[in-house]
């Protein structure tokens, strides 16, 4: 698909743009609009979710890994639930890769509550 594609989806929404980029798991598209990304942490509709909590939610690395380098803020906390941030969602979704990547990153207070979901749904 095209950027203009995702311009369209998300009414012309740079940040929604981007989010659905990643929940397409179109790579293409989401370098270029990471490129042109204001706000590389600017949130979902809803307000709740960044790119970068999306992008670890789709499983994606490459675009995790894109996201941190362009200065995604790997401890923002979700406003409806501040239990879900980045480092909290790959220990759920069972990602070791992006969590080992993710957790040397994370401030130590939400390392600490990530590790608990670990213990406490036994999900390693």
Not at 38 to 66: F, Q, Y
Not at 93 to 100: A, P
């Amino acid at each position: 698909m095209c950027v203009e594609y995702y311009y369209q989806l998300a009414d012309g929404d740079p940040a929604w743009a981007l989010i659905n980029a990643i929940q397409f798991g179109d790579w293409k598209a989401f370098t270029v609009l990471l490129s042109v990304q204001k706000n590389v942490n600017a949130t979902d509709r809803e307000g709740d979710w960044t790119p970068l909590m999306c992008a670890v939610h789709e499983e994606s690395i490459e675009m995790v890994k894109a996201l941190v380098k362009a200065g995604a803020d790997v401890n923002y906390r979700g406003v409806f639930d501040p239990d879900e941030f980045a480092l909290s969602l790959a220990a759920y979704s069972g990602n070791k890769n992006i969590f080992y990547y993710l957790e040397a990153l994370t401030s130590p207070e939400l390392r600490k509550i990530a590790r608990d979901i670990l213990k406490e749904n036994k999900l390693w």
